[in-house]
C-alpha cells in the first residue's frame, strides 16, 4: 500500500512539477506562483499524452518507471533551461498595489478567509464524493473507461473491443498514468487527475486576478469558479472530459490577454499549446482550438508590420467569406489531410475521414439557449453578472473594454457553442443533455473578465483609463 501511495504521489506530482516549470519559462519570471500553478498542470497532463503516445509510437512496453525518468529529465532540462536564461527574461510586472497606490482595506481582509474557508468546503466534498464512487457517467464507464483497461491490460494503446464514443485523449492516457503507476484498474483514487484540474482551474484564474486586482478579488474570482455546480459535478462523478477542455481554454486565452500586456511572444507558445490541448480533449474542442489560433492571429496582426497585418485582414475577411458561401449553399470545400483522409466542409456536412462526422440541420429552437444561459441555477447568476457588466460598459461608454481577450474568448466560445447546437446537434440542446454543460467551457473566462472589468476598469495593459469610483474627497 506504501508503494502505492508513492507511486500515486509520483504520477500527480511530476508532471505538475514539469509544467510549472515550463510554464515558469513561458511566463517569465516573477509571476504569482497561482499562475505557473494552474498552467503547469495542463501542460504537464498534455506533457504525459504526448510521452505515452511517442513511447506506444515507438514499439516499446508501457510501464510507469522509465516514463517517469523520461519525465523526469525533461524536467531537469526545463529547469536547466530556465535557470540559464533568466538573466535575459523580462522584469516581472508591477504589483497591482505599485499600479493602484492602495492597500487592502482590513474589512476586506476579514473577507478572504471565509472565502477560502468556502472553497475548503467545496474541495472537501468534491473529495468525499470522488473517493467513494466508481466512475459514474454513462459516456465514460461505457465508452473511454473500458478503453482504458483495455489499454492498461495489453500495456499498449491497442483496444481489440470496440466501445461508444471518440472521446478525447487526455482523460484516457490521464487515466492510464494513473493504473500503469498503482498497478491497479478499478480504484476511486485513480480519479486524482480530475480533483487536480479542478484546482488548477482555480489557480489560474486566482493568479491572473491577482496580478490585476487585490486579493479580496482574485479570492471572489477563485470561489466563483471552485462553487461552479457543473464543475464540482465534473470532479465528484469524475469521467467527463468537459473539465480538461474548460481548463486548456482559459489557460490558452489568459496567455493571450498576458500577451497583451506584456508583448511576451513564448506566450503565443502557450497559447497554441492549449488549442493543441483543446483538440486532445474532446471534440468539441475542435471549436475551441480554431477560436484560440483566430485570437492568435487577431493579437499577431495587432503588433505586425502594416503589410503584414492588412495581408492577415484580408485573408481573414477571404476566409470568412469562403465559409459563409459554403455553409449558404454556395460551394463545397476540401481538402486533403495526411494518411490519405479528407476534410470535407459543405451546407449540409462537416466530415473529416475516419476521425469526425456532424450532420447539419437547418432547425434551431432559441429558447433553450435563454433557458441554459439564464433560466438554470447552474451558473450561481455568472451569466446575469457578465451580461450586466457588458451593459455598464456599454453605458459608460467604455467600448475597448468588451475588446478585451478574456471576453473575446467568452463571445467566440459562445459562437462555437451556437454553432454546434444550432447546425449539429439541435435535438441535445432541447433537452439539455449537452448544452448546458457546454457554458461551462467560457464560464472562468466570464468571471475573470466580469471582475477585472469591475474591480479597477481592467486598466493594465487596456489602453483605457480606469473608471474607478473615486474616493470621497479624491
Known amino acids: 500500500m506504501t508503494s502505492t501511495a508513492l507511486a500515486l504521489l509520483l504520477a500527480a506530482s511530476l508532471p505538475w512539477i514539469f509544467g510549472l516549470m515550463l510554464a515558469r519559462w513561458l511566463s517569465g519570471p516573477g509571476r504569482s506562483v497561482f499562475l505557473y500553478l494552474g498552467q503547469g498542470y495542463i501542460l504537464g497532463m498534455l506533457a504525459v499524452v504526448w510521452l505515452i503516445k511517442a513511447w506506444d509510437a515507438g514499439g516499446w512496453t508501457l510501464h510507469f518507471r522509465p516514463m517517469a525518468v523520461v519525465l523526469l529529465v525533461l524536467t531537469i532540462l526545463v529547469v536547466v533551461g530556465a535557470l540559464r536564461r533568466k538573466i535575459s527574461d523580462k522584469p516581472a510586472p508591477p504589483h497591482p498595489a505599485e499600479l493602484t497606490g492602495t492597500s487592502t482595506a482590513g474589512w476586506q481582509q476579514g473577507i478572504i478567509p471565509l472565502l477560502c474557508l468556502a472553497m475548503g468546503a467545496h474541495l472537501l466534498f468534491v473529495v468525499q464524493e470522488l473517493l467513494l464512487r466508481p466512475t459514474f457517467p454513462w459516456d465514460a464507464w461505457r465508452g ?3 478503453k482504458v483497461i483495455q489499454f492498461f491490460a495489453n500495456r499498449s494503446l491497442d483496444a ?6 471518440n472521446y478525447g485523449e487526455v482523460s484516457t492516457l490521464a487515466m ?5 503507476a498503482s498497478e491497479k484498474s478499478h480504484e476511486p483514487f485513480l480519479h486524482l487527475p480530475w480533483l487536480l484540474a479542478y484546482l488548477a482551474l482555480a489557480a489560474i484564474v486566482y493568479g491572473y ?10 479570492a471572489l474570482g477563485a470561489y466563483l469558479v471552485t462553487s461552479l455546480p457543473y464543475l464540482n459535478s465534473h470532479v465528484a462523478l469524475a469521467g467527463y472530459a468537459d473539465i480538461w477542455l474548460t481548463l486548456a481554454f482559459t489557460v490558452g486565452v489568459l496567455a493571450l490577454s498576458e500577451f497583451r500586456c506584456n ?6 507558445v502557450l497559447a497554441l499549446l492549449m488549442a493543441a490541448a483543446c483538440l486532445q480533449a474532446k471534440r468539441a474542442g475542435m471549436g475551441f482550438a480554431a477560436v484560440l489560433l483566430a485570437l492568435v492571429v487577431v493579437e499577431i496582426g495587432m503588433r505586425a508590420p502594416r503589410p503584414v497585418a492588412v495581408a492577415l485582414v484580408i485573408a481573414s475577411i477571404t476566409m470568412a467569406g ?8 454556395y460551394m463545397n470545400l476540401q481538402f486533403p489531410l495526411p494518411g490519405g483522409q479528407k476534410l470535407l466542409l459543405s451546407s449540409s456536412e462537416f466530415h473529416v475521414t475516419g476521425l469526425v ?3 447539419f440541420n437547418p432547425d434551431w429552437q432559441p429558447s433553450p439557449f435563454f433557458e441554459a444561459l439564464l433560466q438554470f441555477g447552474n451558473w450561481h447568476l455568472a451569466a446575469y453578472l457578465w451580461l450586466g457588466a457588458a451593459a455598464m460598459v456599454l453605458a459608460l461608454r467604455k467600448w475597448p473594454l468588451l475588446l478585451r481577450v478574456e471576453n473575446l474568448g467568452v463571445m467566440g466560445g459562445l459562437t462555437v457553442i451556437v454553432l454546434y447546437f444550432v447546425m449539429a446537434a439541435p435535438e441535445t ?3 439539455h443533455t449537452g448544452l448546458s454543460r457546454a457554458l461551462l467551457y467560457v464560464m472562468p473566462l466570464a468571471v475573470a473578465w466580469l471582475l477585472t472589468t469591475t474591480s479597477n476598469g481592467g486598466t493594465r495593459g487596456s489602453g483605457v483609463a480606469s473608471w474607478q469610483i473615486p474616493a470621497p474627497g479624491g
Open 263 to 268: 508583448h511576451r511572444y513564448r506566450q503565443l
Open 357 to 359: 462526422r456532424f450532420a
Open 429 to 431: 440542446a432541447l433537452d
Open 322 to 329: 469562403i465559409l459563409g458561401l459554403t455553409l449558404l449553399g
Open 144 to 146: 473511454w473507461e473500458p
Open 160 to 165: 481489440p473491443m470496440e466501445t461508444i464514443g
Open 176 to 180: 492510464l498514468w494513473m493504473m500503469l
Open 209 to 218: 486576478l491577482r496580478e490585476r486586482s487585490s486579493s479580496l478579488v482574485a
